[in-house]
C-alpha cells in the first residue's frame, strides 16, 4: 500500500514561488514514473510536469522555463520549484506515482491535492 503526502501549496502574488512536495510511504518496490497534474475550475485536468526513475523529465508548454520538477530518491519524494507564477497557474495541485509492488503488479496512486493560488 502505497500513501501520498503533499504539501506547499498556497496563496502567492503574481511572479511569486511556491514549491510543492509529495511524499511516498508505505510497502512498494519501486517508484517509477511521478507526475504533477493541476485541475483549474472548467478546465480538463492538465499534466504539468513528468519524471522518471532516469530523471528523464517533460513539462506542459505553458509552465517550461518557469517550473522544475524533480525527485530525490532517497527520500521517496517528488518536488515541483514554481516560479514566476502567473493567475492562470491557480488550480489544484495532484501528484500521481507509479510503480510496482512486491508482487510485480504496477500500481498508480494520486495524492490528496494542494491548492496554489497566484492572485494579487
Known amino acids: 500500500q502505497v500513501q501520498l503526502v503533499e504539501s506547499g501549496g498556497g496563496l502567492v502574488q503574481p511572479g511569486g514561488s511556491l514549491r510543492l512536495s509529495c511524499a511516498a510511504s508505505?510497502?512498494?518496490?519501486?517508484?517509477?514514473?511521478m507526475t504533477w497534474y493541476r485541475h483549474a475550475p472548467g478546465k480538463q485536468r492538465e499534466l504539468v510536469a513528468r519524471i522518471t526513475s532516469t530523471r528523464n523529465t517533460n513539462y506542459a508548454d505553458s509552465v517550461k522555463g518557469r517550473f522544475t520538477i524533480s525527485r530525490d530518491n532517497a527520500k521517496n519524494t517528488m518536488y515541483l520549484q514554481m516560479n514566476s507564477l502567473k493567475p492562470e497557474d491557480t488550480a489544484v495541485y495532484y501528484c500521481n506515482v507509479g510503480g510496482y509492488d512486491y508482487s510485480g503488479q504496477y500500481y498508480s496512486k494520486w495524492g490528496q491535492g494542494t491548492q496554489v493560488t497566484v492572485s494579487s
Open positions: 508505505g510497502s512498494f518496490f519501486s517508484i517509477e514514473a
